[in-house]
């Protein structure tokens, strides 16, 4: 099946750097999305990306879609103690079931951990 | 508000005992997904309903069962069969399977 490698596992930085993480697949995924999880809580919705090559961005937070539609990176700029949490990305692809339908099927990374100091 | 409203926050379950974790959504959205999550492994997909009264198998299925009655309701079943249910459950939406699915706030299953 399809995996993600989410790197780096975990980051430890000063509030106010700038932060990046990225997945990567051998496989093509037709939509990017990057969530973030606080403990306890369910993943929130950060930021989607549709195109191959799309850069969006969400306040202090940008994403890319990379030309390959293999990997996907996620940066953000001057980091604030509340920033501290699971980032995941998630790849979706169409997955075949029977009787000719198919449906999107969502994959995600293992999870960068963010810790920000103050 | 418009959400995703899953119930119990915790749960906890006897040796061969049934439990039913509660998922319901007012967003409107077609498709509804179950997912398990444990430390270091990210999320899974145990079983996911495109359309009411449809449910497919996901990637870790064996032990539970589900039901997809309405549209706004997909109960989760984590049956005596799983024999490692303690983990995080996430219940998720989407208007239609190929859009970005929202999740609700998760249910901690332990083992009495």
């Known amino acids: 099946g399809q995996q993600l490698n989410q790197s780096p596992q975990s980051m430890f930085i000063q509030e106010g750097e700038d932060v990046s993480m990225n997945c990567t697949s051998s496989s093509i995924f037709n939509t990017w999305l990057w969530y973030k999880q606080d403990p306890g809580e369910g993943p929130v919705l950060l930021i989607a990306l549709y195109k191959a090559g799309e850069l969006t961005s969400n306040g202090r937070l940008t994403a890319q879609f990379g030309i390959t539609r293999k990997d996907s990176f996620l940066n953000i700029s001057a980091s604030i103690p509340s920033d501290v949490g699971i980032y995941f990305c998630?790849?979706?692809?169409?997955?075949?079931?029977?009787?000719?339908?198919?449906?999107?099927?969502?994959?995600f990374g293992q999870g960068t951990i963010l810790t920000v100091h103050p | 508000d418009g959400g995703i409203t899953q119930s119990p926050k915790y749960l906890f379950r006897k040796e061969g005992q049934n439990v039913t974790l509660s998922c319901e959504q007012n967003l409107n959205h077609d498709a509804m997904y179950w997912y398990r999550q444990d430390p270091g492994q990210g999320l899974r997909l145990i079983y996911y309903s495109q359309i009411v009264n449809d449910f497919q198998k996901g990637d870790i299925a064996e032990g539970y069962s589900v039901s997809r009655e309405k549209k706004e309701s997909f109960p989760l079943t984590v049956t005596s069969a799983q024999k490692n249910p303690t983990a995080f459950y996430l219940c998720?939406?989407?208007?239609?399977?190929?859009?970005?699915?929202?999740f609700g706030d998760g249910t901690r299953l332990s083992i009495l």
């Open positions: 998720a939406s989407s208007t239609t399977g190929w859009q970005p699915q929202h």
């Open positions: 998630a790849g979706l692809h169409d997955v075949a079931y029977a009787g000719g339908t198919s449906y999107g099927k969502l994959t």
